[in-house]
C-alpha cells in the first residue's frame, strides 16, 4: 500500500505557488528623432537587443513611422542596463536617440 496521496500533493504545490513572486517587467522602448541613422538604430536594435536585422528594421521601421516602438519587455536591472547602453553608444556616436523604460 502506498502512501502517496495527490490531495496532499496538491496543496503543497499550490502553496509553494503562491510564495513565488514574479518580478516586476519594463517595456524599453526607442524613440523617433530627425538626426539618428536607420543605420545606427538597426545595429543598436541587433547589438543591444539581440534582433535579426529583418526583425530590427521592422522595429526601425515602426518607431520611425510611429513616433516610438518597444524593443523588448525586462526585468529592472536588464532593462536600465540597455537603457543605459543606448544611450552611451548613441552620444559617443553623435547622435541624439532616446532609450526609455516603463513598467508594464
Ligand atoms: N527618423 C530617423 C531618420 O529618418 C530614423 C530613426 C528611426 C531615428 C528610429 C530614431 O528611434 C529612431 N533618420
Known sequence: MSNYDPEVEESVDSETDQEVEEPPMYRVMLLN???TTMEFVVEVLVYVFQKSLEEATRIMLNVHR???GI???YP???AETKVNTV???ARENGFPLK???ERE
Request: hydrophobic letters at 35%.
Open 66 to 68: 510611429s513616433g516610438v
Open 99 to 101: 532609450c526609455i523604460m
Open 76 to 78: 529592472y536591472e536588464v
Open 33 to 35: 528623432d530627425d538626426y
Open 71 to 73: 524593443c523588448g519587455i
Open 87 to 89: 544611450e552611451t553608444l
